[in-house]
């Protein structure tokens, strides 16, 4: 059985860097290396990930992508082409060009690095596939869909540490430097302990793709992912994990239960699956702070995407970098407007490529593990009525 203390013990060691020395492979050459580029799933993120790939690293080759579907493929390379237009030529030749369920093995074995970007059920299998082939990896939230998921991924990761390679998860907001900044601030005691926060992904929604004429059942929840649990996790796991994930950075630790609601009550249609269109749940950790937490589609609702801590000496709102006392007076500001921001998307990229060519070590995996465990132990108490406990999530 996991424990949830003897788990964060263990995983903290890891990503302090605390189990063995760098191994021999790495050298000086691999600063020269032209680093080759994988994509695994095609999709809008994969599309935009190897964007920020190409232009985090001078001598980057995007060599193959793969896709469950064809199509998909052949939008997001004409993407990647007309955004360098003028710029660099890419190239992929049709022999590598994978299609199908198989096809990410093809392409991660063609790599230096991967992108992992197909709908979240498939990245514990792709991920262990990557690791097992000593492959450098960029991998998009969430992890895994269930527990099981979550500890396939947490073994590969302790593969991928003992292998020193690099492993960056898409939660880009700790690579933002707004929320990079009023971290600081907090670990400095500007807020004292926190005692409370308020996270929500309050939005209209996604797309819905029609069903067609002939299609397989698998076809069409595969081109909508997002609505079957399986292989997306509802949106409390694939977007709310985000705001989330704050919490747990901020607070320092991850929750030790939850107890929530949730439901369908304006998506009831077949074309919308089987998730719900909003989620409340209540994090609870062991220093005693609560998390509320608020994720909800419905059109023409309020909208509201942010974090906010509340401390024993004053909170910290994050969607504007505001830092008050508990009389209201203004602390701190992060002063950048947020056009001048570097994109953090670029940015985890930059980080990675970075990283790898200096022979450091970037290890997020079991970070992104622990936070999506976090949310699906949300989606468990909504879907339940229940308090779930972290050892019931994990088992």
């Not at 069903?211 to 397989?216: D, S």
């Not at 974090?307 to 008050?324: A, C, D, P």
């Not at 002063?335 to 970037?362: C, G, M, W």
């Not at 079991?366 to 879907?383: D, F, P």
Request: charged share 30%.
């Amino acid at each position: 059985m996991f424990r949830r203390r003897s788990f964060l013990k263990s995983s903290s060691l890891i990503a302090g860097g605390l189990i063995l020395p760098k191994l021999s492979f790495k050298s000086k050459e691999n600063n020269l290396k032209k680093l080759k580029v994988a994509v695994v799933g095609c999709g809008g993120r994969g599309t935009g990930a190897a964007v920020q790939a190409l232009r985090a690293d001078n001598n980057v080759e995007l060599v193959t992508l793969a896709d469950a579907f064809k199509d998909r493929l052949e939008i997001s390379l004409n993407a990647i082409k007309d955004e360098f237009e003028g710029e660099m030529e890419i190239n992929i030749k049709e022999k590598n060009k994978f299609v199908g369920f198989d096809a990410y093995k093809k392409a991660i074995d063609k790599s230096d690095v991967v992108i992992l970007a197909s709908p979240p059920g498939f990245r514990p299998a792709h991920f262990e596939y990557a690791i097992n082939k000593n492959k450098h990896v960029f991998m998009e939230k969430p992890v895994a869909t269930d527990a099981h998921g979550v500890r396939k991924v947490l073994n590969s990761a302790r593969k991928a540490k003992e292998k020193n390679l690099n492993v960056v998860v898409g939660l880009q907001r700790r690579y933002q430097k707004s929320y990079l900044s009023a971290k600081k601030q907090i670990d400095r005691g500007i807020i004292g302990k926190i005692i409370s926060a308020h996270v929500r992904w309050n939005s209209a929604g996604v797309w819905v793709k029609e069903r067609e004429i002939n299609q397989t059942e698998m076809e069409y929840q595969m081109r909508n992912w997002y609505y079957f649990n399986w292989i997306c996790g509802d949106h409390i796991l694939e977007q709310h994990i985000h705001n989330i994930d704050v919490a747990n950075w901020f607070i320092g630790s991850y929750p030790k239960s939850a107890q929530g609601m949730g439901g369908r009550q304006t998506r009831t249609g077949k074309e919308y699956g089987e998730i719900f269109d909003h989620h409340y749940v209540e994090f609870n950790y062991d220093s005693g702070a609560v998390v509320s937490s608020q994720c909800r589609h419905q059109k023409g609702c309020d909208r509201r995407i942010d974090e906010v801590f509340q401390g024993t000496k004053g909170s910290v709102e994050l969607r504007n970098g505001m830092i008050r006392d508990l009389e209201g007076k203004e602390l701190y500001r992060y002063t950048k407007a947020l056009e001048q921001e570097p994109n953090p998307y670029q940015v985890e990229h930059d980080e990675f490529f970075k990283s790898i060519r200096s022979n450091d070590i970037i290890s997020d995996t079991e970070n992104g593990a622990k936070s999506t465990l976090s949310a699906i132990m949300g989606r468990m108490a909504t879907y339940s009525g229940k308090l779930v406990t972290w050892e019931e999530a994990m088992n």
